[in-house]
Nanobody
């Protein structure tokens, strides 16, 4: 059974940093584009960042551009989300997901539709 397991969440003060990891089992991440999404209380889940299979292209939501960086290590079957300059509005449960389609541009992966594997999420709380 395929599993995506997020880790690295926690409580941090505004302006701080966290690094989320998404480890895959029974799934070869090099065969998937990967994305990060988040869901804040009372809100719908929203796109955060995506990366193509090779890592050659990335895409970010406008709200996190310049602060967050998505990366991947296919040898470790792991995807990361480095989050800097965190704001209280970044508070949410963060999910990683795997998308099987092939595209050279990461903008292709900004919608939830098409992602066929999801992790359980990790809580990120940013205090003001």
């Amino acid at each position: 059974q395929v599993q995506l397991v997020e880790s690295g969440g926690g409580l941090v003060q505004a302006g701080g940093s966290l690094r989320l990891s998404c480890a895959a089992s029974r799934l070869t991440t090099s065969s998937y584009a990967m994305g990060w999404f988040r869901q804040a209380p009372g809100k719908e889940r929203e796109f955060v960042a995506a990366i193509t299979r090779s890592g050659g292209s990335t895409s970010y939501a406008d709200s996190v551009k310049g602060r967050f960086t998505i990366s991947r290590d296919n040898a470790k079957n792991t995807v990361y989300l480095q989050m800097n300059s965190l704001k209280p509005e970044d508070t949410a449960v963060y999910y990683c997901a795997a998308h099987p389609a092939v595209s050279s541009g990461a903008d292709y992966y900004i919608r939830e539709a098409g992602y066929n594997y999801w992790g359980q999420g990790t809580q990120v709380t940013v205090s003001s």
